[in-house]
């Protein structure tokens, strides 16, 4: 059965860091390229960053640019995402995918399932 569970999300003010995780089960996570997106209240879900199947290209929405990471670890199934300097506007549920993305620019949505996500609320 496949299975993603992302996890790391929680409080924190605003300038502060958070890791966020997605783990997946059942599939060979190396085989696909994987993408963040985050949804806020009252907002549609939107695209965060994407890293192919290797690791070697990235890419990140314009907002995040410069302050989130992302990464990948094929042997643990398991991508991060690294956000530093957090800001009150990137309060969100917090979601990954997986699929066959080039990561030329960062995906604006994905067909498939949403797991539950992980909220991330910044706020002093």
């Known amino acids: 059965q496949l299975r993603r569970v992302e996890s790391g999300g929680g409080l924190v003010q605003p300038g502060g860091s958070l890791r966020l995780s997605c783990a997946a089960s059942?599939?060979?996570?190396?085989?696909?390229?994987i993408a963040w997106f985050r949804q806020a209240p009252g907002k549609e879900r939107e695209g965060v960053s994407c890293?192919?199947?290797?690791?070697?290209?990235?890419n990140y929405a314009d907002s995040v640019k410069g302050r989130f990471t992302i990464s990948r670890d094929n042997a643990k199934n398991t991508a991060y995402l690294q956000m530093n300097n957090l800001k009150p506007e990137d309060t969100a549920v917090y979601y990954c995918?997986?699929?066959?993305?080039?990561?030329?620019?960062?995906?604006?949505?994905?067909?498939?399932?949403w797991g539950q996500g992980t909220q991330v609320t910044v706020s002093s």
């Open positions: 995918a997986f699929a066959y993305w080039t990561c030329t620019v960062v995906p604006s949505t994905h067909v498939g399932s």
């Open positions: 890293i192919n199947s290797s690791g070697g290209a990235t």
């Open positions: 059942g599939f060979t996570l190396a085989h696909y390229a």
